[in-house]
C-alpha cells in the first residue's frame, strides 16, 4: 500500500467537494434565471422557430455583478444567439440587440439597457462600473456601416450615459 503525503488545505478542499457532491451541489453553479428573462428567450426562440429555424439560447446569457452593489445581474447577448437554418432574429444590418438585467434589491431583474450593439465591454476603476458600446453610424449622425462609441456608467439601478 501507497500513502501520499496530503497537506490540511488538501483534505479541507476535498472534504468540500465530497460534501457538497453528497448534498447533490456542484462548486460552481449557475444561478436560476429569473422569469422575466426566460420568457425574453422564450421569444427569442418562438420568434426563431416561426422563420423556420432551430433555436439554441444556451449561449445568450452571462450573470455577474456588474454595477458592484454586490448583486449579480444578467447580460443578454443576442449576438449568441443561435437559430439554425435561418438569420438570427435578434440582429441586423446595426448590430445585435444587448440587454442588460439589475437585481432590484427585492426579488426582481429589471431590464436597464437594450440597444442594438456591435461590441461591448466592462470595466471598472475603483467603485466606476462602466459598459463601453460601439454601435452603427446611425446614432451619431454617420452612415450605418460606420462606428459610433458610447461609454455608460453602470449605478445600482440604472445604466446612465457618461458624456
Request: glycine share 8%.
Amino acid at each position: 500500500m501507497t500513502f501520499h503525503r496530503v497537506s490540511r488545505s488538501g483534505i479541507a478542499a476535498f472534504a468540500s467537494l465530497t460534501l457538497m457532491a453528497g448534498l447533490g451541489l456542484a462548486p460552481a453553479r449557475a444561478a436560476e434565471v429569473p422569469e422575466n428573462i426566460s420568457d425574453t428567450l422564450a421569444e427569442a426562440a418562438q420568434i426563431c422557430r416561426a422563420i423556420g429555424g432551430k433555436p439554441d439560447t444556451d449561449a445568450i446569457l452571462s450573470n455577474e455583478d456588474l454595477n458592484g452593489d454586490g448583486k449579480a445581474d444578467w447580460v443578454a447577448d443576442f449576438a449568441r444567439f443561435k437559430c439554425d437554418g435561418a438569420r438570427n432574429p435578434l440582429c441586423n444590418d446595426i448590430g445585435c440587440t444587448l440587454q442588460l438585467y439589475f437585481f432590484d434589491g427585492v426579488s426582481y431583474w429589471d431590464l436597464v439597457f437594450e440597444d442594438f450593439v456591435k461590441s461591448y465591454k466592462f470595466s471598472s476603476s475603483g467603485s466606476t462600473h462602466t459598459m463601453h458600446v460601439t454601435t452603427s453610424g446611425l446614432p451619431c449622425n454617420k452612415p450605418a456601416e460606420e462606428t459610433c462609441a458610447f461609454n455608460y456608467r453602470l449605478d445600482k439601478d440604472a445604466v446612465t450615459p457618461v458624456r
